[in-house]
Every structure is written in structure tokens, then in C-alpha cells.
């Protein structure tokens, strides 16, 4: 059973966007609050955005303040992350994620995607 699937990663320039997908089954999906965190090589799985379950409360980092962007379709049970004026930092494996609170800790999250990988070059 796929809990959360993550689609539309891939490898863009600098500058470029991409759009995140992230599919929750049932289960996952009634969760409150849905997020997305990525994992850079070598580095510690990172906070990225988040938003609850009726879309009134998102939270970003610092770092994608100002070019990403959470959203929801609860009809969908589905989330998405655009993510727009990509730099090479912003390269990791994204990773969402379904759980009670709209919160930056991963703690409170019960269910992890696989990930999908994002690139991005100079």
C-alpha cells in the first residue's frame, strides 16, 4: 500500500521551476496537516513547507520563503509544492509527508513518501 506518493521531480537550471505532487491514499490523507522536508546529500532531512488541513496556516522556511509554494486539493487528497527560481542549493530529495499538525518538526508526521528527486544545475 503506497501511503503518499511523490511525483514531479527531475533535474532543471538555475532559475527554472518545478511542480511537486504529492498523492496521499485514504488513510493518509485524513490527516490535519500535509508538509514537504528534503534531504541534501550529506545533510539532515530539512523542513520545507507546510499547511493544515483546511489550507489556513502555512509555514515555510527560511530558505524557500518567497519562491515556493504549498497548496492543497482535499478533494484530491493531494498536495503540491511550486517551487519557482531554483537554485543548486535547493537540490535534494523531497520527501512529503501526512500528519496531525502544521508544524516544522518531523514529529509530527506518521506517514513518509519515498521521495522524489529534484536537481537543480548552475
Known amino acids: 500500500q503506497v501511503l503518499l506518493s511523490e511525483s514531479g521531480g527531475g533535474l532543471v537550471q538555475a532559475g527554472g521551476s518545478l511542480r511537486l505532487s504529492c498523492a496521499a491514499s485514504?488513510?493518509?490523507?485524513?490527516?490535519?496537516?500535509m508538509g514537504w522536508f528534503r534531504q541534501a546529500p550529506g545533510k539532515e532531512r530539512e523542513f520545507v513547507a507546510t499547511?493544515?488541513?483546511?489550507?489556513?496556516?502555512?509555514y515555510y522556511s527560511d530558505s524557500v520563503k518567497g519562491r515556493f509554494i504549498i497548496s492543497r486539493d482535499n478533494a484530491k487528497n493531494t498536495v503540491y509544492l511550486q517551487m519557482n527560481n531554483l537554485q543548486p542549493d535547493d537540490t535534494a530529495v523531497y520527501i512529503c509527508?501526512?500528519?496531525?499538525?502544521?508544524?516544522?518538526?518531523?514529529?509530527?508526521?506518521?506517514?513518509w513518501g519515498r521521495g522524489t528527486q529534484v536537481t537543480v544545475s548552475s
Open positions: 499547511i493544515s488541513r483546511s489550507g489556513g496556516n502555512i
Open positions: 509527508a501526512a500528519g496531525g499538525v502544521a508544524a516544522s518538526s518531523p514529529r509530527h508526521y506518521n506517514y
Open positions: 485514504e488513510r493518509a490523507g485524513t490527516k490535519n496537516a
